[in-house]
């Protein structure tokens, strides 16, 4: 269930409950992934004020991304069921087409989980996702629960 990147990388998008991320997955293992993304939106919505900024600062926005649990999707990645990804790395992006490469785990968002994400609005499921998370301990390391 390797993909490395040669070219032919899948699409790739995340959210993080503030900001929505898409790119191209560059490879895969077992429950790994590097994708190199761009930022769809730069305003928070979840703060409800449109000129709050994510942080642009590298190191500001690596402390920001690793801290969250997310939602991911790729064609590539378990047929392209979502997933709670966490981030664990950050850094610029060589291709211009791109702001960051990102390099996280992740982990296939059980079916049972899925009805009750489907009522939920955007802010609520990733709460949601945040005190259900696949991952022992996910929840208490976040102060969730």
């Not at 269930?1 to 070219?7: A, D, H, I, L, Q």
Request: hydrophobic fraction near 35%; charge should be positive.
């Amino acid at each position: 269930m390797s993909k490395r990147g040669n070219g032919a990388s899948g699409h790739f998008w995340l959210w993080t409950g503030e900001t929505e991320f898409e790119g191209q997955l560059l490879s895969t293992t077992e429950n790994q992934l590097t994708a190199r993304v761009r930022g769809v939106g730069r305003w928070s919505p979840a703060t409800g004020s449109p000129g709050t900024q994510i942080p642009r600062d590298l190191r500001e926005r690596q402390r920001w991304l690793t801290r969250r649990i997310g939602f991911a999707q790729s064609p590539e990645i378990l047929s392209g069921a979502l997933l709670e990804i966490r981030v664990s790395a950050i850094q610029p992006c060589r291709n211009a087409q791109f702001e960051y490469v990102l390099a996280g785990t992740f982990s296939r968002v059980e079916d049972d989980h899925l009805e009750a994400l489907s009522r939920l609005s955007s802010d609520e499921a990733m709460n949601y996702l945040q005190s259900h998370s696949s991952r022992p301990n996910v929840a208490g390391r976040l102060g969730i629960g």
